[in-house]
């Protein structure tokens, strides 16, 4: 029994620990909890975390080869490669009110697209 005890207590002590690494995205009729995710080195969506079935997590895991067209003037190349797998665009804000690009699956859930770029290059 204590045992059992002992593993609730860590389990919820790093739910706490984890937490803290987390931040609440707001965008055009859209709220969503993103957290830091370093095996990627961007924000994720919080039910990508423990869900083995999430694409935004699965992504990172298939090696993509993206060509992207001649960007024009001020075109983000992060969104650029969103755009290219065909995945939509969203600009989020996060708490501070600073503007950054996310890619949305099919599934709902959220990458930075940052991290999508990092990936693919």
Same mark, same amino acid.
């Given at each position: 029994?204590?045992?059992?005890?002992? *593993?609730i207590?860590?389990?919820?002590? /790093?739910?706490?620990?984890?937490?803290?690494?987390?931040?609440?995205?707001t +965008?055009? &009729?859209?709220?969503e &909890?993103?957290? @830091?995710?370093?095996?990627i080195? +961007?924000w994720?969506?919080?039910?990508?975390?423990?869900d083995?079935?999430?694409?935004?997590?699965k992504?990172?895991?298939?090696?993509k080869?993206?060509?992207?067209?001649?960007?024009?003037g +001020?075109?983000n190349p992060?969104?650029?490669?969103?755009?290219?797998? &065909? *995945?939509?665009? *969203?600009?989020l804000?996060?708490?501070?009110?600073?503007?950054? /690009?996310f890619c949305? @699956?099919p599934?709902?859930s959220?990458?930075?697209?940052?991290?999508?770029? +990092?990936f *693919?290059?």
């Amino acid at each position: 029994m204590l045992k059992l005890s002992s *593993l609730i207590i860590l389990y919820f002590l /790093s739910r706490v620990a984890f937490a803290a690494e987390c931040e609440t995205f707001t +965008g055009f &009729k859209i709220k969503e &909890k993103l957290c @830091f995710d370093k095996s990627i080195s +961007g924000w994720i969506s919080e039910k990508c975390i423990t869900d083995k079935n999430c694409l935004a997590k699965k992504f990172f895991t298939i090696k993509k080869k993206v060509s992207l067209p001649d960007l024009v003037g +001020g075109q983000n190349p992060a969104t650029m490669y969103c755009h290219q797998l &065909k *995945l939509e665009i *969203l600009i989020l804000k996060d708490s501070s009110d600073n503007e950054q /690009s996310f890619c949305q @699956f099919p599934d709902r859930s959220i990458v930075d697209a940052n991290a999508v770029e +990092g990936f *693919l290059e």
